[in-house]
């Protein structure tokens, strides 16, 4: 299963254009997939649906940018909310 959002793809979205980043940018990639995937109960991949690949990429961007060590969904809450599988 490919990744949802590739490190080209977050760094041309980040508009990054130097590789010192590369390995934080991956694991920020990484931490955010991993948020969302909690989030929705759902394993993503590149051909998941583009309001949940936009949500790992707003979380990685929140989090370089601002520096947020705690990725809150509470900003893609509107982009994920109906890809939630409801767990009894």
Same mark, same amino acid.
């Given at each position: ?14 508009? %990054? ?5 590369? &390995? ?11 948020? %969302?995937?909690?989030?929705? &109960?759902? *394993?993503?991949? *590149? ?24 990725? *809150? ?16």
């Amino acid at each position: 299963m490919s990744a949802p959002v590739t490190l080209t793809e977050a760094k041309l979205f980040l508009r %990054v254009e130097h590789e010192a980043e590369d &390995g934080l940018i991956q694991t920020l990639i990484e931490a955010a997939r991993a948020r %969302v995937e909690g989030e929705v &109960g759902l *394993s993503l991949a *590149s051909t998941s649906a583009a309001p949940l690949r936009l949500a790992v990429m707003m979380l990685v961007l929140r989090a370089y940018e601002r520096g947020e060590g705690e990725m *809150s969904t509470a900003a893609v809450e509107g982009w994920i909310a109906p890809y939630r599988v409801v767990r009894l």
